[in-house]
């Protein structure tokens, strides 16, 4: 990744921390933008710029960073409602609807970001698209057992299904949950609203990526500066 994306990255989710306030829960996000997002609320936590902020983290990855940042962790049991997320994107659509999962932790995502009064999404310009489904497949968290039939369905709906590896290319990818994902390229989608409804039907799928009419706010950083963008 270049020097200049991961600068844009970072300048979004800094941004972003701006609106975080002393006392609030806070969602926090998966990826490389987004942990520069935890990054910021650690160091103004130590600062004493923030206080009193607990957070709840939407993979193990980032609870380990949190933890390593003295962020003080909780649960849904204690804190039912978050105040803020924020976190990354792999697409973003002129409406804010947006394609996430490419990280993998996409279910403990949704979960933290429909608890959240405020949920923000912070990228780079480069996964704004003028259709979701443009770059990105849409990844779909399955239970093991169903990936034949899930793949299946899959396929009966347009996408082309390819079963997400691990790095090394030689196991499947598992997600912190012990699921599979299925990326399901599906370019460009015509109707979010439709397959988002169409592949929560079938048996064995846990979750999928599109996060639709649920992010508040996106902050955007270009080469020109940072917009921010707000749900209408
Ligand atoms: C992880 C995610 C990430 O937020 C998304 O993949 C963007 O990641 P990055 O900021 O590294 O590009 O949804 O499940």
Do not use: W
Not at 20 to 43: D, E, F, K, Y
Request: proline residues 6%; negative net charge.
């Amino acid at each position: 990744m270049s020097a200049d994306i991961t600068e844009l990255k970072r300048q979004a989710a800094e941004k972003a921390v701006e609106f975080v306030q002393s006392g609030m829960v806070v969602g926090l996000g998966t990826g490389s933008t987004a942990v520069h997002a935890v990054r910021a609320v650690g160091r103004l936590l130590k600062s004493g710029e923030l206080q009193n902020i607990v957070a709840i983290p939407t993979s193990e990855a980032t609870a380990c960073e949190a933890e390593s940042l003295q962020i003080p962790l909780v649960t849904f049991d204690e804190h039912p409602k978050v105040d803020i997320t924020i976190d990354g994107a792999d697409e973003i659509a002129p409406n804010l609807d947006v394609i996430k999962g490419l990280g993998g932790a996409l279910l403990r995502e949704k979960i933290v970001a429909a608890a959240s009064r405020r949920f923000v999404i912070v990228a780079d310009h480069t996964k704004r698209v003028p259709q979701l489904g443009s770059k990105a497949p849409v990844p779909v968290e399955v239970i093991s057992f169903a990936e034949q039939p899930v793949s299946d369905y899959l396929e009966s709906l347009g996408a082309r299904v390819v079963k997400r590896m691990d790095e090394d290319g030689e196991r499947p990818f598992r997600t912190d949950e012990n699921n599979i994902i299925l990326d399901c390229y599906l370019s460009p989608i015509v109707n979010p609203q439709q397959i988002a409804a169409a592949i929560r039907q079938q048996p064995g799928v846990v979750e999928h990526g599109l996060f639709l009419n649920m992010a508040t706010d996106a902050v955007l950083a270009t080469p020109d500066g940072i917009e921010h963008l707000t749900h209408e």
